[in-house]
């Protein structure tokens, strides 16, 4: 092995270290941003709802997040795949399980107190230890589905 493929090697290890506080941050410790993201930070994601399909910097994904999870109660975001690296790149994929506590605009108020739960993919690109990019592929329409916003 030469000194390069062990640097890449050790390199991907540690981007795929990233994983565990990346899903940390998700599972509401906002605080995590300001280690583990970079101030250039891009998030890329489907718009959905008033959700936007950009979010920038440390602070715009804790705004982002926070916003997020406060329309659920119990909540928890689970590795199901993963995590797997590639040079910069760190993948894997997710279950998020809750109860529904309302707040979505154009939900059933039905929904509220449902346990919902749907799947996700996340691919992050790691510089200088840090997350840098990151591009979301969730079950969107599972979750509409759970809060009533599209029949079933």
Known sequence: ?????????????????????????????????????????????????NSPGEVRGPE??????????????????????????????????????AVYQGGIPGSSPDAIGNRIEYAGMDIIRVESGKIAEYWLCADILQLLQQVGMIPS
């Open 60 to 97: 715009g994904l804790k705004q982002w997040i926070g916003g997020t999870l406060q329309s659920f109660a119990d909540y928890s975001f689970t590795t199901t795949v993963g995590p797997l690296a590639d040079e910069d790149k760190v993948a894997g994929r997710w279950v998020f399980r």
């Open 1 to 49: 092995m030469s000194m390069q493929e062990g640097k890449d090697r050790m390199s991907e290890h540690d981007n795929k270290a990233l994983w565990e506080p990346w899903l940390e941050l998700w599972n509401g410790n906002l605080a995590v941003a300001d280690e583990i993201i970079a101030p250039g930070f891009v998030a890329h994601f489907a718009p959905a709802g």
